[in-house]
């Protein structure tokens, strides 16, 4: 006797994990599975009293990461998804004023909405410094994609 479609169990998300970090080494996603793709999303302004080009308009890295990562879970939203659907996130790090890249300010921001209680997943991810984004002002530009 055949299985009924409906007790033939569907190919899951797998995520490949890598104890030792806080990212993933990869994940498959099989081909029955809604997608999601945002575009680069940048952080919104946190003091506009302040004028451009002072670092303050838009926080550093970490207040942009986290205004950014907040933005994505809204737009994810909009589209019935969730951030425990996100597997990949391409991270772009400019440098500050002074020439230096907050490597651990994007980090921090990541912990509180990955590997939490309420989204103990990891992702795959890249984080890449450039030379500069569009607006000299900003220093995180994030790009991410959802499966479910």
Do not use: C
């Amino acid at each position: 006797m055949k299985n009924s479609s409906s007790e033939i169990e569907k190919p899951q998300i797998q995520r490949f994990d890598r104890s030792d970090a806080h990212i993933l080494k990869g994940v498959f996603v099989p081909k029955d599975k809604d997608s999601f793709f945002t575009s680069g999303i940048v952080a919104d302004v946190s003091d506009d009293k302040a004028k451009p080009g002072e670092n303050p308009r838009y926080g550093n890295t970490f207040q942009q990461s986290i205004s950014i990562l907040g933005k994505i879970e809204n737009i994810l939203s909009e589209a019935n998804f969730e951030m425990q659907d996100v597997v990949f996130l391409r991270v772009y790090l400019a440098p500050d004023k002074e020439g230096s890249i907050d490597w651990q300010g994007w980090f921090d921001a990541y912990d509180k909405f990955f590997q939490t209680e309420d989204n103990p997943n990891k992702v795959a991810r890249s984080t890449v410094a450039v030379y500069a984004l569009a607006n000299p002002d900003l220093l995180v530009e994030i790009e991410a994609v959802a499966f479910k």
